[in-house]
C-alpha cells in the first residue's frame, strides 16, 4: 500500500489530515420542524474523532417549503445557531474539518412534510430563483459565522440544481433552459453567491452528477469556471446500485477530468482501503466514503489502526429507509436512536 490516504491534502484555503471525506449524508435526525439537534451534532463529532479528515454534513435545506423528508433539517434564519457551532466546535476539537452541504429538493421535496406540491424547473418564476440564490446566500453566511471551513452547494442526485442541470428534466424555455450554460446558469449563480458570502477563509465545494447533464467533461470545466475549490463526483442513478461494491463512477470521472485542475473526490461504491488507495494512484486528490461509514462511523479509524480493510457495509441500500421502520440506520445495527423513533415513528414509506 502506497499510505497515500494518510497524507494531508488541501482544498483551497482548508487544509486536511488526510484524504478521506465524508460524503454528504442524511442524518435524518433534525427535529420534525427542521431545527438542528444536539444528536445530530454529536453524529458529525463522532466522525472527526474517528480520523475523518473531511466531514460533510447531510443536505441542510435552504429552502424549509422543500424539505426531502421528516427530519431533513434546515439552515434559514430560524435555524439554532448554537448548535450549529457546535456543530463545527466539535469537528474541529477532534482535529477534522467540517463542510455543510447545502440543497433545496425539488422534485424530490416531500408533499405531506411541506403541505405543498414538489416544485420542478418549470414551477420558479423568475423572481422565486432570485429569492432562492439569496436563500443560499444566506446558508452560507450562518455557516461563516458558526465557524464551518467550507460549504457544498448539492447539484446531485435529482434534487433541484440536479433538476435544472438535467436535459430531461429542465423544460424550460427561457435563458435557465435548453443548452448546457443555460441549465447551468442558475448553479453559476449560487455558487457566485456561495463564494462571496464563503469569503477567502472558506472552502467552496460542490457535489456533482457524472450523468445526467449530457456532457461531463464540460460540466466540470462549468464547474471550474465557477471557481470552486473541489468537484465531489457522484451519480443520479446511486440509489439502484444496490449489492454493488466497486467505484460506481470512476471510469467516467477519469475520462472525463482532462483539463481540470481543480481536486476532484469520488464517492460510490468505495468500501475498502485497496480501492480507496488506488483511486488516489490515478491522480483523484480525494475518497470519499458514505455507506461504509452509516454501517462503521469508525471504519476510518479502523483502517489507520489496521485493524480493518474491508468495510462491513452489505451495499444493500437498506439505509435509505430503515429508519422508517426501526430507528437504526443500518439494518446491522441493534442499539436505538431516539431521535429517529421521535420523528419517524408513525411515518409510512
Known amino acids: 500500500m502506497s499510505g497515500l490516504l494518510w497524507q494531508p491534502g488541501r482544498i ?14 442524511n442524518e435524518h435526525l433534525s427535529e420534525p420542524d427542521g431545527q438542528l439537534t444536539s444528536v445530530w451534532v454529536e453524529t458529525l463529532s463522532e466522525l472527526a474523532q474517528q480520523e475523518v479528515g473531511l466531514v460533510i454534513t447531510g443536505h441542510l435545506c435552504v429552502d424549509r417549503t422543500q424539505r426531502a423528508d421528516e427530519g431533513q433539517p434546515v439552515l434559514d434564519g430560524q435555524t439554532d445557531r448554537v448548535l450549529l457551532k457546535q456543530a463545527a466546535e466539535g469537528v474541529h476539537q477532534a482535529g477534522g474539518r467540517i463542510a455543510a ?4 429538493s425539488g422534485k424530490k421535496a416531500m408533499e405531506r412534510v411541506n403541505g405543498r406540491p414538489a416544485k420542478a424547473p418549470e414551477d420558479f418564476s423568475l423572481s422565486e430563483l432570485d429569492q ?9 453566511q450562518l455557516c461563516r459565522e458558526a465557524g464551518f471551513d467550507a460549504v457544498q452547494i448539492h447539484t446531485a442526485h435529482g434534487y433541484l440544481l440536479s433538476n435544472f442541470l438535467n436535459p430531461e428534466e429542465n423544460r424550460r424555455t427561457d435563458e435557465y433552459g435548453g443548452s448546457l450554460e443555460n441549465r447551468f446558469r442558475l448553479p453559476a449563480r449560487i455558487l457566485q453567491a456561495a463564494r462571496e458570502a464563503a469569503g477567502p477563509e472558506m472552502a467552496l465545494l460542490v457535489k456533482a452528477d457524472s450523468n445526467g447533464s ?17 468537484i465531489e463526483v457522484s451519480g443520479i442513478d446511486f440509489a439502484a446500485r444496490s449489492g454493488e461494491k466497486r467505484p460506481f463512477y470512476a471510469d467516467a470521472l477519469l475520462s472525463a477530468r482532462a483539463g ?3 481536486p476532484l ?7 475498502d482501503l485497496e480501492t480507496a488507495e488506488q483511486i488516489l494512484e490515478q491522480g483523484i486528490s480525494f475518497v470519499s466514503f458514505s455507506r461504509a461509514l452509516i454501517c462503521q462511523p469508525d471504519f476510518i479509524a479502523r483502517m489507520k489502526r489496521g485493524e480493518q480493510t474491508y468495510s462491513s457495509c452489505l451495499a444493500c441500500n437498506q439505509c435509505y429507509q430503515i429508519y422508517r421502520r426501526r430507528p437504526v440506520r443500518c439494518i446491522q445495527h441493534t442499539v436505538p436512536i431516539p431521535q429517529l423513533e421521535k420523528v419517524f415513528g408513525g411515518s409510512t414509506t
Open 132 to 140: 432562492l440564490v439569496e436563500q443560499f446566500r444566506l446558508g452560507v
Open 101 to 104: 452541504q447545502l440543497s433545496a
Open 12 to 25: 483551497g484555503p482548508m487544509e486536511l489530515r488526510n484524504r478521506t471525506i465524508r460524503s454528504a449524508t
Open 214 to 230: 449530457g456532457d461531463l467533461h464540460h460540466l466540470l470545466e462549468l464547474y471550474q469556471q465557477a471557481g470552486v475549490d473541489c
Open 260 to 262: 481540470i485542475q481543480v
Open 265 to 271: 473526490s469520488l464517492v460510490g461504491g468505495i468500501f
